[in-house]
């Protein structure tokens, strides 16, 4: 158990619908980043939050955004959802602000649109 | 186009045979760390390096990054069935953290 906690852990939906991510980090981990895996891309890195403020961006799309709590959990909010949006999206954390930093990953959650 | 390539993309080999998989990249990397996933889990990390040349290792596992911290390879020895698994290579660059292609790895028994 790495200590990451994602909900739900699978979610079907219909295409042009709206769904929200769950990611509980680390006790004491301030970052927080999000990933999406699919069976063509990989693992590609979404977003990364460091202490409430977004710390890098990588290949998220404007459909999709993301936050971090006062409280240090982070949801990740997909809309307009389409077909190829289907994939695995993990969190992880970390303690410190660099992604180069030991990231502890969730066990994702399975997004299928349908 | 993937920053990390890895290869190769799958791998299936019998218990007790010896295998090394490569990560390279054109980029120059602070660090390369690399992961294993298993089906239904998210990654988890084996190793970090840092050094360019350095050699790391992990009881069967041994990881070494390239002079020039833009390549890295595993080597396995003595493979088990429980080596099974996607094996991700990953490295930083500024803000951005970048996942290889991955490997696949089945041993047989």
């Known amino acids: 158990d790495s200590g990451v906690t994602q909900t739900p852990k699978h979610l079907i939906t219909a295409t042009g619908q709206r769904v929200t991510l769950r990611c509980s980090p680390r006790?004491?981990?301030?970052?927080v980043y999000w990933y999406q895996q699919s069976l063509d891309q990989g693992l590609q890195f979404l977003i990364q939050?460091?202490?409430?403020?977004?710390?890098a961006k990588g290949n998220i799309l404007e459909r999709f955004s993301a936050q971090q709590f006062p409280d240090l959990h982070s949801e990740l909010n997909l809309s307009s959802l389409e077909l190829g949006d289907s994939a695995l999206y993990f969190c992880?954390?970390?303690?410190?602000?660099?992604?180069?930093?030991?990231?502890?990953f969730g066990a994702g959650t399975r997004l299928s649109v349908l | 186009t993937q920053l990390l390539e890895q290869s190769p993309q799958f791998l299936s080999i019998q218990e007790g045979e010896n295998l090394t998989v490569y990560c390279n990249s054109s980029?120059?990397?602070?660090?390369l760390q690399w992961y294993r996933q298993e089906p239904g889990e998210g990654p988890v990390l084996l190793v970090t390096?840092?050094?360019?040349?350095e050699v790391k290792k992990l009881k069967r596992l041994t990881f070494q990054f390239g002079d020039a911290r833009k390549d890295s390879s595993l080597h396995i020895t003595a493979a088990q069935p429980g080596d099974t698994g996607l094996y991700l290579c990953?490295?930083?660059?500024?803000?951005?953290?970048?996942f290889g292609t991955g490997t696949s790895l089945t041993v047989i028994p």
């Open positions: 992880a954390s970390s303690v410190a602000r660099g992604p180069a930093d030991i990231q502890y």
């Open positions: 006790s004491g981990d301030l970052s």
């Open positions: 939050y460091y202490n409430g403020e977004e710390r």
């Open positions: 980029s120059v990397f602070s660090s």
């Open positions: 390096v840092v050094t360019g040349g």
């Open positions: 990953a490295g930083g660059t500024g803000n951005q953290f970048y």
